[in-house]
């Protein structure tokens, strides 16, 4: 069986493990990692999470190397100071920081994205890193921002930086980028001038409704910075041909966003020569009109975005026995012990986190967004 997952436990953290091997090829795992001494002080909390990450490094003989991770904070602002002294140089690892509040209690949580790479194949730049392996080089930029302007001005900027980066890896945001996400300070007030900027951008990069869009999250998430209302963390993959990019609509259960002023696709499956990945955006309660189901109804939501997420996934030929990793947004978090024991039910195995982030349209209660890695065969394609 090529995918899999375990439960670790190490140093009051619960580790969480989606695990993807074949043989002769690219070994990965998405590990979300959870405080369970959730009434220890902010120094052991942290203090615990970076030692159950580098064991989490040590095991699986020491192979994985970590590309990406995010932390999640409940207070950025009193927290960034603590996180940032105890961050290791080593390994280089894009890393993200948004405050978005662990619903277990927690003041920290940790996901992260992990490789088996060789010493030599990851090379960070300036807010992010490389990862190189069979002909394409994996490019993960985490934690960007700008204090300069309003929320559409920010974007502006941070849109154009990403994508002169992208330009300066022999890269376009229109053919490379498989994936952002916009967390936005104060979702309520500010995505639509995220909304506006990411449009009038894309426009100009020729992505349009005729062409295609990028798989995406926007949701609300604060930089420690009060006066940074946007930040960017992206994915891109140099190295593609067409055709390895392949959209997903599951127009029965979903409307194209466009058709509500908001410029995403609702999903990515990137194929590759013995599997794919499948990148779903922040997919919520919504029908194919673009409606929200079950108004006020939490329960009522959950199951028809969990209808809408396994719709997606269906349609690229995976289902949720090969979901790797899930991050759940709430917008009350009184509604936790009802969501939680859903999942439960239905994706008992899948590592995942609960947090405290308000959707972008109001009456969506909560929103989820998920990776999955499908064992597949693409002849067409060089193997990852």
């Known amino acids: 069986m090529c995918f899999s997952s375990k439960i670790l436990f190490y140093s009051n953290v619960r580790i969480e493990i989606g695990y993807f091997d074949r043989p002769c090829g690219m070994r990965e795992c998405h590990a979300v990692l959870h405080v369970t001494d959730t009434e220890a002080p902010l120094a052991k909390q942290l203090g615990d999470i970076r030692a159950a990450y580098f064991y989490l490094l040590s095991s699986y003989g020491g192979e994985l190397c970590p590309v990406f991770k995010r932390y999640f904070l409940s207070d950025a602002a009193n927290q960034i100071d603590a996180l940032r002294s105890g961050e290791k140089p080593y390994p280089p690892c894009a890393t993200s920081v948004v405050q978005q509040p662990p619903l277990d209690g927690g003041k920290v949580a940790l996901w992260v994205y992990l490789l088996s790479l060789a010493d030599g194949q990851v090379a960070p730049f300036e807010g992010g890193v490389t990862a190189d392996h069979n002909g394409y080089r994996h490019i993960w930029t985490a934690y960007g921002s700008s204090p300069d302007g309003d929320s559409a001005r920010q974007t502006e900027t941070l849109l154009d930086r990403y994508a002169e980066r992208l330009g300066q890896f022999g890269c376009t945001l229109e053919n490379d980028c498989v994936r952002t996400w916009f967390f936005v300070q104060n979702v309520d007030v500010n995505y639509a001038g995220v909304v506006r900027a990411r449009r009038e951008l894309f426009e ?125 947004y709430l917008r009350d978090p009184a509604d936790y012990p009802a969501v939680r024991k859903i999942f439960e039910l239905r994706y008992e195995a899948v590592p995942r986190l609960f947090v405290h982030a308000p959707v972008c349209r109001p009456g969506w209660l909560i929103e989820t967004e998920c990776i999955a890695v499908l064992e597949d065969e693409n002849p067409a394609f060089a193997p990852l």
């Open 204 to 328: 100009h990069h020729g992505l349009t409704p005729q062409t295609h869009y990028i798989a995406s999250t926007g949701i609300e998430g604060r930089h420690a910075d009060p006066n940074r209302l946007v930040l960017l963390d992206a994915y891109a993959v140099k190295g593609l041909r067409p055709g390895q990019q392949v959209y997903l609509h599951a127009k029965d259960h979903l409307n194209p966003t466009y058709e509500y002023g908001v410029t995403f696709e609702r999903g990515v499956r990137v194929r590759y020569g013995d599997r794919s990945h499948i990148l779903l955006s922040g997919t919520a309660s919504i029908d194919n009109r673009g409606e929200i189901v079950a108004p006020q109804d939490i329960e009522g939501q959950t199951v028809r975005m969990l209808e809408n997420v396994e719709a997606l996934l269906a349609e690229a030929g995976a289902s949720a026995a090969d979901l790797a990793q899930m991050i759940v």
